[in-house]
C-alpha cells in the first residue's frame, strides 16, 4: 500500500521567488497547496499569476485568501497616492514595505495548514538580494516558527509546524538556477510592483530592476515582458 506523501502549504505571490518555492517543495517530496492573498496589492496581475503557476506546477489546490492592508495604506504598493520608486534605493526601508505583511500571510497560511494537516509551510522570503525588509530575515522566520509552535491545537497535540525559508540565503540568481533547474517556467510569474492587467512589466521598479539582474548573472533568458 502506497505512503500518503506529506502536505505542505505553499504562499505564492505569483512572482519569481515564490514559484521557485512551490517547485522547491514538491521536489522534496510534498503535496502542495498553494495560498496566494489578495491584500489591497495595486494589481491584480500577480494573482493571475499565482494561478498559472500553481496549475503549471501541480499544486493540489489554490486559494485566494482575501484581507484589506489598502485601508491603512502606509505602502506604495497598498496606496495609489503614494509613487512606486524608479529610482536606486538608498538604503533603509522602502516605501515599498507593506506593514506587517508577510505576519499577516504566513498566519492565514497557519490557519489553513492546521486544517489540511499540512506541517510545513514554505515562503519565498530571500535576505541577500532583497528591499531591507524586516519581515524578510531569519530571525523573523524564527520567530513566527515559534510563535506558530505556542498558539496552534496541532502543536499542542504533538504535530510540529515547520515554517520553510529555502531561498532566504540565495541571491537572485542562485534562486533562477535552481528553479530553472526545476522547471520551473518564469515566464509564467509577475514580480512588478506596477506591472499592468496584462502582466507586463514597468523595467523601472526596484523588483523589475532585481529580476532583470537576477536573469543576467544566471546567465538565463529573461522572458519577462516589459512595456
Known amino acids: 500500500m502506497n505512503t500518503p506523501r506529506p502536505r505542505a502549504l505553499v504562499l505564492l505571490s505569483g512572482g519569481l521567488d515564490s514559484a521557485t518555492c512551490l517547485a522547491i517543495a514538491r521536489a522534496e517530496g510534498f503535496d502542495v497547496y498553494a495560498l496566494s492573498v489578495e491584500y489591497g496589492q495595486r494589481h491584480a496581475a500577480e494573482l493571475a499569476a499565482a494561478q498559472r503557476v500553481a496549475s503549471t506546477l501541480?499544486?493540489?489546490?489554490h486559494r485566494v485568501a482575501h484581507v484589506d492592508l489598502g485601508q491603512f495604506g502606509g505602502s506604495a504598493l497598498t496606496d495609489a497616492s503614494l509613487a512606486v520608486p524608479i529610482e536606486g534605493l538608498e538604503g533603509g526601508i522602502p516605501i515599498?514595505?507593506?506593514?506587517?505583511?508577510?505576519?499577516?500571510?504566513?498566519?492565514?497560511?497557519?490557519?489553513?495548514?492546521?486544517?489540511?494537516?499540512?506541517?510545513?509551510?514554505?515562503?519565498?522570503?530571500?535576505?541577500?538580494?532583497?528591499s531591507g525588509y524586516p519581515d524578510c530575515r531569519p530571525a523573523f522566520i524564527d520567530a513566527f516558527e515559534t510563535m506558530a509552535n505556542l498558539a496552534t491545537k496541532a502543536s499542542v497535540e504533538g504535530?510540529?509546524?515547520?515554517?520553510?525559508?529555502?531561498?532566504?540565503?540565495?541571491?537572485?540568481?542562485?534562486?533562477?538556477?535552481?528553479?530553472?533547474?526545476?522547471?520551473?517556467?518564469?515566464?509564467?510569474?509577475?514580480?512588478?510592483?506596477?506591472?499592468?492587467?496584462?502582466?507586463?512589466?514597468?523595467?523601472?521598479?526596484?523588483?523589475?530592476?532585481?529580476?532583470?539582474?537576477?536573469?543576467?548573472?544566471?546567465?538565463?533568458?529573461?522572458?519577462?515582458?516589459?512595456?
Not at 517556467?185 to 532585481?210: H, I, M, P
Request: net charge negative; hydrophobic share 45%.
Open 159 to 227: 504535530h510540529k509546524l515547520h515554517i520553510h525559508a529555502p531561498l532566504i540565503d540565495l541571491s537572485k540568481a542562485d534562486i533562477i538556477r535552481r528553479g530553472t533547474a526545476l522547471g520551473v517556467d518564469y515566464s509564467l510569474t509577475v514580480s512588478c510592483y506596477q506591472a499592468d492587467d496584462d502582466g507586463k512589466a514597468c523595467g523601472l521598479c526596484d523588483a523589475c530592476r532585481l529580476r532583470r539582474a537576477g536573469f543576467e548573472a544566471a546567465g538565463v533568458a529573461d522572458p519577462t515582458p516589459y512595456r
Open 96 to 130: 515599498t514595505y507593506v506593514p506587517a505583511r508577510n505576519t499577516i500571510m504566513l498566519s492565514i497560511a497557519l490557519a489553513w495548514a492546521e486544517v489540511l494537516g499540512a506541517e510545513h509551510i514554505y515562503v519565498g522570503v530571500n535576505a541577500v538580494d532583497y
Open 58 to 61: 501541480g499544486a493540489i489546490a
